[in-house]
């Protein structure tokens, strides 16, 4: 199942070059009382809110796609864990541009020395929201990466087990100043998150080891790879980042970004596809 959010708030099932209407399947969520739970409640009901969803849709709605604004298809994420340098060839080009790793030294290592980062949750839109570029006299790069949605919680869990612990998948793009400092500021101006252009259910990846993944820029390719070339693939990410902290449903994993990161501008177009996810297109301005 392709599960969307838009229309600010609306949910929706997508097939075909359509979403179905299906915004009461909410109704199945339980009522939240404050202090609110440190998970996203649409994820960690995921099952009812399907079940449901999938007996509205017959009599719903039909909009053609491209006709409503895309948000992000996880609402209250608790945390959104980023990989870095977790492809080989992308580890290659930052070691050998200046551009990109300013001399900090954990932008050159291996993930299994720089370990993972956080985005803040307030970065986060989606691709009908756009991205509003800060400091555009800096460079600004878009980073297109395989998005992980935790179904369940997770708290130390092995890399065998890893998987059972996938509510779905998206394609995320991790917006990024490049400069000296910290990651988690760098990576984290509002919109600098980008989750879409729905949620894809496991049912309907059958390797998220093997898909391949691209982006443009104003219909100009600027990365091409495959997820194979992921140095800790899904699995062995959600072992590492529970052995640290406790994940919960509507967390996301940012898998880190292959080789081909390059700058983005005010005007911008991108379009960014991931195998049996589906394409988002992002447009940029300046904040
Ligand atoms: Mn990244």
Not at 28 to 38: G, K, N, T, V, W
Not at 190 to 211: C, H, K, M, Q, R
Not at 234 to 239: D, F, N, Q, T, Y
Not at 241 to 263: C, H, K, M, N, Q
Request: one cysteine or more.
């Amino acid at each position: 199942m392709k599960l969307c959010r838009f229309n600010d708030g609306r949910l929706g099932i997508v097939e075909d070059g359509h979403v179905r209407d299906v915004t009461a399947a909410l109704d199945a969520l339980p009522a939240y009382r404050y202090p609110l739970p440190p998970f996203d409640p649409m994820i960690a009901n995921l099952d009812a809110v399907a079940a449901r969803a999938l007996e509205l849709a017959a009599a719903a709605p039909a909009l053609p796609i491209d006709r409503v604004r895309l948000s992000s298809p996880v609402a209250n994420p608790g945390k959104i864990v980023g990989a870095p340098v977790n492809y080989q060839k992308h580890l290659d080009e930052v070691r050998d541009n200046a551009a990109l790793h300013h001399n900090v030294a954990s932008t050159m290592a291996p993930i299994h020395t720089a370990g993972l980062f956080l985005k803040a949750t307030s970065a986060l839109v989606g691709p009908g929201d756009g991205i509003a570029l800060r400091k555009v006299d800096r460079r600004n790069d878009q980073e297109v990466e395989l998005a992980v949605i935790i179904g369940r919680e997770a708290n130390g869990v092995s890399a065998a087990d890893g998987y059972k612990y996938v509510a779905g998948y998206a394609i995320g793009l991790d917006i990024t100043i490049r400069g000296p400092e910290e990651r988690s500021l760098r990576k984290s101006p509002d919109s600098y998150a980008v989750l879409g252009p729905w949620l894809v259910t496991t049912d309907e990846i059958p390797n998220p080891g093997d898909l391949n993944l691209r982006i443009a820029v104003n219909g100009e390719e600027r990365q091409s790879s495959n997820t194979r070339y992921l140095i800790l693939g899904v699995p062995e990410l959600i072992a590492y980042a529970s052995s640290f902290y406790t994940l919960r449903p509507g967390d996301i994993i940012i898998t880190g970004t292959p080789e081909g990161v390059s700058p983005i501008q005010p005007g911008d177009v991108i379009s960014a596809c991931i195998e049996h996810i589906g394409t988002m297109e992002v447009r940029v301005r300046a904040a």
